[in-house]
């Protein structure tokens, strides 16, 4: 069982979110000229990383905010969480 | 190599069956090969075996990080059908099928094919309807397909919970006669035995740890064992698909997810089938030894983990115990889990790649094991021709940019809701 740290309500079960995916792949501006592989890039494409993965999770069942949370895919420790417009650096 | 018949096996009992022959070698990698197959699960050993019986190509290299049959091929449910709606996952499955029917004879291997049937339960009047579909469509290309009504499903599995004030009762099923089971390890160890005796070099314990890849072409590999030098590549790595594929700058639409299975301690014989829940996701069929083997969802976030988290497996054994109680009086014996290279329409990949002599094969989801020997066999035939076989033109890396996908459950691109 996960246990991850919502920013808005503190430690949570993992019972609590629903996943929502790589966050650090990011849609094409909005009005831009972009090539098909670009758009490829944004909606199949994954780099699928082993190791640390920056991803989305929503707090479905609890304040609803969609979140980031840095986790280790292999070995699932969550080195860190963050509001979903949160820049991180 | 000894062939394996009751003969021999009477010949060695007189010597305590202590002169054998060892299945396969265990040989150190040479210099050269013409071809390197990267991944020695069943899909790796299949294209290997295929590849020399089909081919005449012989000299080839399996090069597997682990040991054979650790991966994927002995950690699935062991379900083999085609009970597919879309033409090329339902033309390349029942090819399979042909395949498995032939394969203990064919690899002088006992696979234990069972040929016990499918049965996926449907649960409101719109699943049945979405049933016949699917059934005609098998139909029209040359699959078995019957459409049960409840009391036709009831007189096949009467353990299934049939009583009226369930949340999801059982309004009937869509069952494929010819599907069924197969022992898993003994597919692993049959391809190995059979391709290693054609003069395969199984490689285990050797991790690839890079390419070299020359103005667009291969040239060969890099592993914890040497370089080997090589001009065709074929990548059969499941879960590990990205990890390689990182290596060689591609971006895959391929994510890794985990997805876990379990079994019974063993009872006596009561289901004689494989019957899936249709209002969720869990797959039950009953061993040889009496296990009931079980499976359903991913876990549901990237995972490279190959064990899984509880919340999943409690989540589907509710289902199971909703289709069937009984299973609520059982003890677990083991629970396991193995990494699913998961595409984005839910269908596999088996192509060229835009570098000379590197080969694709991956995006298996929840459906690899059942794969295997149409898998293997049309994978031989793209790194042996250098062109795809057209059962598995459909499967080209290309048609999620041509937008020819062949999403066979309509989910789209997250592969993690199920």
């Known amino acids: 069982m996960l246990h991850i740290k919502c920013p808005y309500c503190g430690m949570r079960s993992q019972n609590e979110f629903s996943y929502g995916g790589d966050a650090s792949v990011k849609r094409p501006e909005l009005n831009k000229e972009i090539s098909d592989e670009e758009w490829d890039n944004f909606v199949y494409n994954r780099k699928s990383l082993r190791g640390k993965h920056l991803e989305l999770w929503q707090h479905l069942f609890g304040c609803r905010q969609w979140i980031k949370v840095e986790r280790d895919t292999a070995t699932h420790e969550i080195f860190n969480t963050y509001k979903a417009d949160e820049e991180i650096t | ?418």
């Open chain 2, 1 to 418: 190599m000894q062939k394996y018949s009751i003969f021999n096996l009477v010949k060695n009992a007189f010597s305590n069956h202590e002169n054998w022959d060892l299945a396969w070698k265990d040989p150190t990698p040479k210099e050269e090969y013409d071809v390197v197959i990267i991944g020695g699960g069943g899909h790796g050993l299949a294209t290997a075996y295929y590849l020399a019986k089909e081919h005449n190509i012989t000299k080839v290299a399996i090069i597997e990080k682990g040991w054979i049959g650790g991966g994927n091929v002995g950690r699935n449910t062991t379900i083999i059908r085609s009970n597919y709606m879309h033409d090329e996952n339902a033309l390349f499955s029942e090819f399979g099928m042909d395949l498995w029917r032939k394969m203990s004879q064919d690899l002088n291997y006992n696979v234990m094919f069972s040929p016990r049937g499918i049965i996926n339960l449907a649960h409101s009047d719109a699943q049945m309807n979405a049933y016949a579909r699917r059934g005609n469509s098998m139909r029209l290309n040359g699959i078995d397909a019957v459409l049960l009504n409840r009391e036709q499903v009831k007189e096949i599995i009467p353990m299934a919970d049939f009583s009226e004030n369930v949340r999801f009762p059982i309004f009937g099923g869509l069952m494929q006669p010819s599907a069924g089971t197969a022992r898993h390890d003994a597919v692993a160890w049959g391809y190995a035995r059979q391709a290693d005796s054609m003069g395969v070099d199984i490689i285990q314990n050797c991790e690839v740890t890079g390419f070299d890849v020359t103005a667009g072409k291969i040239n060969g590999i890099r592993t914890s064992r040497g370089n080997i030098k090589t001009k065709k590549v074929g990548l059969c790595v499941a879960g590990s698909t990205n990890i390689l594929a990182e290596k060689l700058n591609m971006t895959l639409p391929i994510e890794t997810h985990l997805l876990q299975a379990c079994v019974s301690e063993p009872v006596k014989p009561i289901l004689d089938r494989v019957v899936t829940f249709g209002a969720g996701h869990f797959y039950i069929s009953q061993s040889d030894k009496g296990e009931m083997v079980m499976g359903g969802d991913l876990d549901g976030y990237n995972s490279y983990a190959q064990r899984g988290n509880l919340p999943t497996l409690q989540h589907v054994l509710t289902e199971g115990i909703a289709m069937m109680p009984f299973l609520s009086k059982l003890k677990m014996l083991r629970t396991w889990g193995g990494i699913m290279d998961m595409s984005m329409d839910g269908s596999p990949i088996i192509d060229k790649t835009h570098i000379d002599g590197l080969y694709l094969n991956c995006g298996w989801c929840y459906g690899g094991f059942k794969a295997t020997p149409a898998s293997g066999w049309t994978f031989a035939h793209t790194i042996a021709q250098d062109r795809v076989h057209e059962l598995n033109a459909g499967f080209s890396l290309n048609r999620f940019s041509t937008g020819h996908l062949i999403d066979e459950k309509g989910l789209g691109t997250k592969t993690w809701i199920s």
